[in-house]
């Protein structure tokens, strides 16, 4: 369905009452930047826009907004709309609560530049072989690997952008906030910042969606999603794509026949 | 500040050998909320259990560190005597300074600064542990046997005996096993069935047990005292309550082409069956894979013949939930495929197994006892008999273990062909004569020095059919002289196995098996019967080749530990169990997923936070279900859920005692 009927559908919708809120996008001011909207009036409907700069992955915010049994519609690509599935997998929104617009999306354009984002050419050449960076990767010596990797999240500022950002990271209270337990410091050194990689990485290993968020979001550019897609990768090759709790779940059927790999330094 | 109590154990050299025990002491005598420590030769005896309860006394410590052996081993030891000297036991923390640093490192600098590294971890960890307390719950007093061989049988009566109610679990349409196969046992020549037989009848007849057979294991929950376990029934196609084993069913029956599974498929048996004529129940069953009104929708003859009506061709598997306070494992053994011992021969009719020997000889067997060629009926002159057959071999096609039987057996073969037809000439391969048992040696020298059967050590390099003859090739690797032997008979001593299904039981039960898949008992020396999950115990051929008195010996051990088990009034839980920090809980049923014991529900609940009252879905655990395994904890995202005893806070501290 194209995009203007979405908007109409999801106008009429608000004005039944079959929903109470509509989670889209809007512009603010005179910039091209689209920016989340949060749509409780009829008033507010008009703001609704949707174009190529719509980025932003909404699907977060439904965990806030879709409580106490609020019914909330919402615009979603077909990244975000994965992202939404996730948290309802994780019990985290009911979907009974959610009435989900799909639109179409021909790639979103970095506002800054006009180019298309990164994440998004990816998604649309199918072409592509979607595992080319890991394999990268892969190939390189362990030291090599190492040593780039150090290299890259050593720029880590600890912002917890990438964090806030995700859909698979939707815990009611992240484990860095737990006060009592000293899993991290203030102060950036090397190991903390390692560790907050490694626990976010392992947190949303079997449940990233591969929107690519917190690769775009990422102040310092550090190429988050190739640490993702090299967990996804790895899942599928080790148990099959279909398993959803792979990570998970206690299976008496499953075998313990990993093969040993040995790190570098 | 904590009044810590530390002390190193020397185990006598175990630990001292390797440790440097008074090292160690020394380096952790001055950390934070150590205000005791000694070293000691043996800490686990009388005198220095008392040194720790003295200490407790007169120092006021409120936590306490043992340096020492594996926790497996003196926990529980150390735990009691803190708690007779008035501490909660749960502040006993163990730092295994044996197992993990003077049984593994030959240097003493090495093994000392580990050791050292253990010792201020497990007093990092002491300083936060808490006092615990554990709940109770009661035991169900009935136990389950899962296999109705000898071993089943006799734990089974073993127990009922004992008064509590006993259920067995078999496989087959019958209980017996493969005792009931065999003609003779070693070393006193008895009549297998005549023993066995009764025991069959008295497990039938006794008021406490209640057979399941054809029937198999579908799943098991809960935990000791409290196992949940589903039984499937098999159809039989009969209803054991009308059938009166009259077998006028079997004997009209059509179908005669099945291979017989008991008589070694050297027999055939009809469609509707019992496997032999001492079944217990005498209940038949219909192979539906052979049956005509199965297979066509044409024949009912069983039917229409029975006088009772007991033939139920729409009868369908049943299940049968029942509860347990514990379980022994009974099911016994299989012997191997000798598909890739292609040098022996083994299509050929007159190359047959030990097992396939039993049936011959056996007067109730296909021959009526005869003992003669499968080929022809002919009776054979000369029998050569292979030891060893993939038993011993550490090549992909075999056993590297001894199958324990397989020597003693052959004596007794060798010995009954030579009491029957004496003129027979009878020959045994084999590469040791291994017989340690009562009465065993003795036994193998008669067949030798009275029977005169001739012992050649060395191995079958091949037998040859050449006409209606075996040419046994083989070398006496005593005199090196290459030997051909024109048999009429070969006899192969094929290994012994675990059974098939063995992996699959031990991950209902969650029970270890070793590499071969036989059941891994808890401690060889110590706990031979019990396996490392609490209520599970392990009889007979399950656990390893054995023969049938050491089966019968082991399953009554089985029976006792069952019998003390379903005697006591209550269990005392783990301590230890996961909690769920309800407000960090954002419900995500992760760890409810990862429970291996199902222990965690997700429930609805009001929470109080800052004053407001929040109604969401949070993860609960149920104290006697949690087994303490710690899984749930590590599938905890936002670490809401803790093991007691082992928090994340305590974990934390021990890693930074070791890195920082
Ligand atoms: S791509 Fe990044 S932001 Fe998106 S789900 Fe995966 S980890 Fe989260
Ligand atoms: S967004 Fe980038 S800089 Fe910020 S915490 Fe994540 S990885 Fe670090
Ligand atoms: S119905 Fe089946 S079991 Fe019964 S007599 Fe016919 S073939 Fe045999
Ligand atoms: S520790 Fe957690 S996963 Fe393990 S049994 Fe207890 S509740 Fe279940
Ligand atoms: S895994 Fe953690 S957050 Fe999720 S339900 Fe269990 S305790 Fe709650």
Known sequence: MGKIEMILNAKEDFKLGKIQMILGWKKEDESIESIPAFIESVEELEELIYDEYCVNNLSKYLIEEAKNGKKVGIFLKKCDALGMEQMIKDNRILSENIVPYQVECSGMKDFQTGEIFKKCQKCLDESQDKYAEVKEIENMTHDERYDYWMGELSKCIRCNACRNICPACNCETCVFEKKDEDILGKANNESETGFYQIIRAYHVAGRCSDCGECERICPVGIPLGKINKKIIKDIEELYGKEDDDTLSSFNLEDDDTFTEKKGGK | ?660
């Not at chain 2, 000791?224 to 054991?240: E, H, Q, T």
């Not at chain 2, 021959?367 to 090549?395: A, H, I, L, M, Y």
């Open chain 2, 1 to 660: 500040m904590r009044r810590i109590g530390v002390f190193v154990c020397w185990c006598g050299s175990n630990i001292a050998g390797t440790v440097d025990v008074e090292k160690v002491r020394e380096a952790v005598k001055d950390m934070p909320g150590v205000v005791h420590s000694v070293d000691y030769q043996y800490m686990c005896s009388e005198v220095g259990q008392n040194y720790l309860k003295d200490a407790i006394k007169e120092k006021n410590l409120d936590r306490i560190v043992v340096a020492s052996c594996s926790p497996r081993m003196h926990e529980a030891t150390f735990r009691k005597a803190a708690e007779s000297a008035g501490l909660n036991p749960y502040l006993v923390e163990i730092a295994n300074i044996r197992e993990h640093c003077s049984w593994v490192h030959k240097d003493k600098e090495v093994g000392t600064e580990k050791a050292i590294s253990l010792t201020k971890a497990a007093i990092a960890k002491a300083t936060l542990n808490e006092e615990l307390v554990s709940g109770t719950t009661q035991v169900e007093k009935r136990a389950l046997v899962i296999g109705g061989g000898i071993a089943g049988i006799q734990t089974a009566l073993d127990i009922a005996d004992a008064g509590y109610l006993v259920d067995i679990v078999e496989q087959t349409p019958s209980i017996g096993g493969k005792m009931a196969q065999i003609d003779k046992t070693f070393p006193t020549l008895d009549c297998s069935a005549c023993i066995l037989t009764p025991k069959m009848v008295d497990a039938a007849a006794h008021p406490n047990i209640t057979l399941y057979t054809y029937s198999e294991i579908e799943s098991v929950n809960g935990f000791v005292g409290n196992f949940n376990v589903a039984i499937k029934k098999k159809p039989r196609y009969v209803d054991m309550d009308k059938c009166t084993g009259c077998g006028v069913c079997i004997e009209k029956c059509p179908s005669k082409k099945g291979k017989s599974e008991f008589e070694e498929g050297l027999a055939t048996r009809t469609a509707i069956y019992t496997p032999f004529a001492q079944s217990v129940p005498k209940v038949p069953v219909i192979d539906k894979e052979q049956c005509l009104k199965f297979k066509t929708g044409k024949c009912g003859i069983c039917s229409a013949v029975c006088g009772t009506k007991a033939v139920k061709f729409d009868q369908e598997e049943e299940i049968v939930n029942q509860t347990y306070g514990a379980i022994v494992l009974a099911t016994g053994f299989d012997l191997i495929k000798l598909d890739n011992f292609g040098e022996f021969h083994n299509e050929h009719p007159d190359v047959i197994t030990g097992l396939e020997f039993e049936r011959l000889t056996n007067a109730a067997g296909p021959t009526k006892g005869k003992f003669v060629k499968p080929s022809n009926g002919e009776r054979p002159k000369k029998v050569v008999f292979v030891q060893c057959v993939g038993s011993r071999d550490k090549s992909e096609r075999g056993k590297s273990y001894c199958s324990k039987i397989c020597c003693m057996y052959t004596a007794k073969h060798a010995m009954l062909i030579k009491d029957k037809y004496p003129d027979t000439e009878v020959y045994v391969f084999y590469i040791d004569v291994r017989t340690p048992g009562k009465n065993f040696d003795e036994f193998h020298r008669r067949a030798v020095e009275e029977y005169g059967v001739h012992y050649i050590k060395g191995m079958v390099g091949k037998v040859m059919p050449e006409g209606e003859k075996l040419m046994v090739q083989a070398i006496d690797s005593l005199s090196g002289t290459p030997l051909e032997i024109d048999a009429d008979m070969v006899v192969l001593a094929s290994a012994t196995q675990a059974k098939p299904d063995a992996v699959a039981l031990k991950r209902k039960l969650n029970i270890s098996s070793d590499l071969n898949n036989f059941f891994t008992e808890a401690h060889p020396k110590l706990k031979p019967v019990e396996t490392a999950s609490a209520g599970i115990y392990l009889a007979g051929a399950c656990q390893g080749p054995k023969d049938i008195p050491e089966t019968v010996a082991q399953a009554s051990a089985a029976a006792a530990k069952a019998i003390i088990l379903l005697s006591k009034k209550e269990l005392t839980n783990n301590a230890c169990v996961s909690n769920v920090n309800k407000n960090i809980c954002s419900g995500c049923k992760a760890c409810s997923k990862m429970c291996p014991y199902d222990a965690i529900s997700i429930k609805m609940m009001d929470i109080y936070e800052h004053g407001k009252v929040i109604r969401k879905e949070v993860a609960e655990v149920n104290e006697a279900l949690c087994q303490g395994c710690g899984g749930c904890t590590v599938s905890c995202r936002p670490g809401a859920i803790d093991l007691r005893g082992f928090t994340n806070k305590q974990i934390m501290a021990e890693v930074d005692a070791i890195c920082l």
